[in-house]
C-alpha cells in the first residue's frame, strides 16, 4: 500500500509528469482545485457531486481519510451514488480497514452502465491487498479497458515486463492509446522493456475507473485559464484511466468551447457520437451544441435517443427538459424536470430549474415549496433567496419576503435584485428610509436605475414607479 503515497511525492520526472505523475505542477492543480471545490461546498453544501469529486482529490492526494469522509457525505445526500459508494470502497481499502474478502453490495436497483467495470477493478484491489497478484479478467470488460488497468496493476507490483506487453496490446487495439502512451513517454515499442520513471507514471495515476472524472475536471479548468496544453494532456490522463474516444472527444470538445472554436466543438461532438453511439453523454452534448448553434432538430434528436438509451439516467431527462423549455414546451419541460427527480431525488439543477419554472407559470406556491426542499438540502444562493422572495410578494406575503430578500443582501451585498425588491417591501410597509438605503444600493450595485419586473399577479404590493419616497 506504500507505493500509493508516491501521489504526494514532488519528485516524479519529466515522463511522469507528461503521464500524469505527480509533478509539482500537478500536485498544485489538485491543490488549487480542492480549495476552489471546498470554496464551492461552503454555498452548496448540497451537492453530491462536489463531494465525490472532493472525495477523488483526496485519494489523487494520498489522503484516505478525507477521502472517506467526503465518498460518506455524498452518500448521506444521495444514497444511491454507486461511483461514491465504490470510491467509499477504494479509500477503505487503502487505509486497510476493509476486508478484502468483503464483496461489493452497492446501493440502489438501478446498475451504472460502467458498473462490470467497477466491480472488477475492485475485486483487483482486494486481490491486492491480500497479498495477490492481481490482474483485471472480467470477461464483461472491453479489451482495451482490460489491457490499461492489466498494464497498471503490473506497474502497481513491479512488474516492467508485464506492464509493457500489456501496454503494447493496447496500442495495437488503439490508434489513440497508442498516441497518447507514446507522447507520455510510457511506451516506445523499439524499446525492450519500459524504465522506471514510466513505472511511476503509471502508478501514480488514480487507477479508478470514474476519476475520470477528476482529471476531466482539472483540464476544464487549465482550460478555462487559457492553458490549452495542460487541460490537453489532463484530459489525456482520463483517458488512461477510462479509455473511451467518444469521452476524450467530448472533453476536448469542452476545452475547444472555452478557445470559442464553434466549429471545432460540433465536429469533435459529432465525431464522438460516431465513435460511440451508445455513449448518452457525448449526445447530450451535442443535443445542446446544435441547438445552440441552431440546428434544434438535431438537438432534440439526439437529445431523444439520449433518453432512450439511458432512461435511467436523471441528467438525460433534465437535459432535454432545458431543451423543451428553450423551444416553449413548458410543460413538458416540467414534467422531465419531475421524472429526474424522481430518479435523483438530490438532484439540485433539477429541483432550481423546476422551482424557478413553476413561478414563471405564476405557481408561485409550487415554486417556493420546491425552493425550500433546496434549503432544507443546505443549498442557497442570493439568486435563489430573490426569487423566493419575488414568489412570496405574489402571494401578497410581505413580510416572509422580507425574511428572504434581507438574506439575500447579506449573501451577496453586490446583487442589485435584492436591494431593488427590498425598496418595494419597505415602501409597501411606509418605511420610508428603509427604503431609501435599498434603492440606494440598488443604484450603487447596478447600472443605473431600471425598473425590474414585478413579482406577478395576486401580489399585494403594487408597481413601483421609481426611488423617489
Known amino acids: 500500500m506504500d507505493r500509493n503515497r508516491e501521489l504526494t511525492s514532488e519528485k516524479a520526472d519529466g515522463v511522469a509528469s507528461r503521464a500524469g505523475g505527480p509533478s509539482g505542477l500537478l500536485i498544485d492543480a489538485y491543490r488549487e482545485a480542492r480549495q476552489a ?27 484516505w481519510p478525507e477521502a472517506q469522509a467526503s465518498f460518506e457525505e455524498a452518500l448521506g445526500i444521495h444514497p444511491g451514488y454507486r461511483a461514491a459508494y465504490y470510491g467509499l ?48 479478467e472480467g470477461q464483461a470488460l472491453p479489451g482495451l479497458v482490460r489491457s490499461h488497468y492489466a498494464a497498471a496493476f503490473a506497474a502497481r507490483r513491479g512488474d516492467a515486463a508485464a506492464a509493457r506487453r500489456h501496454l503494447l496490446e493496447a496500442s495495437r487495439e488503439s490508434p489513440t492509446s497508442a498516441r497518447i502512451l507514446a507522447e507520455a513517454g510510457l511506451l516506445r515499442p523499439e524499446d525492450e522493456e519500459i524504465g ?30 487559457g492553458m490549452r496544453a495542460e487541460a490537453m494532456a489532463s484530459f489525456d490522463r482520463a483517458y488512461l484511466v477510462r479509455p473511451s474516444g467518444a469521452a476524450l472527444a467530448c472533453r476536448q470538445a ?7 472554436e464553434e466549429d471545432r466543438v460540433l465536429s469533435l461532438l459529432r465525431e464522438a457520437v460516431a465513435a460511440e453511439p451508445g455513449y448518452a453523454r457525448a449526445r447530450i452534448a451535442l443535443g445542446f451544441e446544435c441547438a445552440a448553434q441552431g440546428y434544434h432538430d438535431e438537438g432534440r434528436e439526439q437529445l431523444e435517443e439520449a433518453l432512450r438509451l439511458a432512461p435511467g439516467y436523471a441528467d438525460v431527462r433534465y437535459n432535454l427538459g432545458l431543451l423543451r423549455l428553450e423551444n416553449g414546451r413548458e410543460e413538458q419541460a416540467l414534467e422531465l424536470f419531475r421524472s429526474a427527480l424522481g430518479l435523483n431525488p438530490s438532484y439540485v439543477p433539477a429541483r432550481h430549474s423546476m422551482a424557478s419554472l413553476l413561478c414563471r ?18 443549498f442557497q444562493s442570493a439568486d435563489m433567496l430573490v426569487h423566493m422572495g419575488r414568489a412570496a410578494l ?71 414607479s421609481g426611488p423617489a419616497v
Open 89 to 136: 470502497r477504494a479509500s477503505l481499502l487503502l487505509q486497510g480497514a476493509l476486508d478484502p474478502r468483503d464483496e461489493p453490495n452497492p446501493p440502489g436497483d438501478a446498475p451504472q452502465t460502467d458498473e462490470a467495470l467497477w466491480r472488477e477493478i475492485d475485486r483487483a484491489y482486494r486481490d491486492e491487498a491480500s497479498g495477490k497478484s492481481p490482474e483485471p
Open 361 to 378: 407559470l405564476n405557481r408561485h406556491e409550487e415554486g417556493l415549496q420546491e425552493y425550500e426542499r433546496l434549503l432544507r438540502q443546505g
Open 37 to 63: 471545490l471546498r470554496a464551492e461546498l461552503e454555498h452548496h453544501p448540497g451537492y453530491a457531486d462536489l463531494r465525490q469529486r472532493l472525495g477523488l482529490l483526496h485519494l489523487a492526494l494520498g489522503e
Open 394 to 464: 405574489a402571494l401578497g406575503r410581505a413580510d416572509e419576503a422580507l425574511q428572504y430578500l434581507e438574506r439575500a443582501g447579506f449573501l451577496n451585498p453586490d446583487a442589485p435584485a435584492a436591494f431593488y425588491y427590498l425598496g418595494v417591501v419597505y415602501k409597501a410597509k411606509g418605511l420610508r428610509r428603509k427604503a431609501q438605503c435599498a434603492w440606494r444600493r440598488y443604484l450603487e450595485t447596478s447600472s443605473g436605475w431600471e425598473p425590474l419586473p414585478e413579482p406577478g399577479p395576486g401580489g399585494a404590493i403594487g408597481p413601483c
Open 254 to 260: 469542452e476545452a475547444a468551447a472555452h478557445f470559442g
Open 196 to 225: 522506471d520513471g514510466a513505472l511511476e507514471a503509471l502508478r501514480s495515476l488514480l487507477w479508478l475507473p470514474f476519476a475520470e472524472e477528476l482529471y476531466g475536471y482539472i483540464g476544464r479548468t487549465y482550460a478555462a485559464g
